[in-house]
């Protein structure tokens, strides 16, 4: 058994021009001035795009919640997670998702390290006892899934004795006013504390990137923390 950290990796998609031929050419758009290019065609106002335009034009767009207008870019994020997370995770429909999975992926082989890789939960006790509990939990779970891979049953049927706490890794891709939404959600208070430790640091790395978008929720939720 092996207890791996929680950790994400953000990736954005930024827009570059392609010509006749599909070669890509020039620098690629910053997210928030290719919002602005877009969101300026509906009122014609292309000319009015300067150097610094960007962040204000696109802080409009949020404050007037025109909102179609934020789906013009996109950004993924790879999670390191339990299961638990994921199956949150997949509930927001508008997104796409990448899934390792344990039907085809077998614990026992090297490449794994011969062994089930597990997430620690954030345990609210402080006694030991949940926790040495767990640990014992995760090994019988290992101890059961190579056995039933030895015996001879293939992955996707061993699987059915593995943990919730089952270590996996997932892509997330959505547009950025979905990236909102499921900052709303996974962020507040109320949130399971696995999965929103891991969306604060993801909207750590969009307020950065997107501030007319993000720093408003970094506010909310970040400062909160």
């Not at 709303?184 to 501030?211: G, S, W, Y």
Request: hydrophobic content about 40%.
């Amino acid at each position: 058994m092996k207890i791996i950290k929680p950790s994400v990796e953000i990736y954005f998609h930024l827009p570059q021009q392609v010509d006749e031929s599909g070669c890509m050419s020039g620098l690629p758009f910053h997210p928030e001035a290719f919002l602005e290019q877009a969101g300026r065609l509906c009122y014609k106002s292309e000319d009015k795009i300067t150097e610094d335009s960007a962040s204000k034009f696109v802080t409009m767009l949020n404050k007037n919640r025109h909102h179609a207008m934020l789906e013009h870019c996109v950004a993924s994020a790879k999670y390191v997670c339990d299961r638990g997370m994921t199956h949150e995770l997949v509930r927001h429909r508008l997104a796409s998702f990448a899934q390792e999975s344990t039907r085809y992926c077998n614990y026992s082989k090297d490449k794994f390290d011969n062994a089930v890789g597990v997430i620690m939960p954030p345990f609210t006790t402080t006694d030991g006892r949940a926790e040495t509990e767990w640990r014992e939990a995760m090994m019988d779970a290992e101890r059961h899934y190579l056995n039933m891979l030895e015996f001879g049953e293939p992955p996707q049927i061993a699987r059915s004795v593995l943990p919730i706490s089952l270590k996996t890794e997932i892509w997330i891709t959505c547009n950025l006013r979905e990236w909102m939404h499921v900052f709303n959600m996974r962020c507040a208070k109320t949130a399971h504390p696995q999965i929103r430790a891991l969306m604060l640091e993801t909207l750590k790395v969009f307020r950065v990137v997107v501030p007319a978008m993000f720093e408003p929720l970094a506010k909310t939720y970040i400062e909160e923390n």
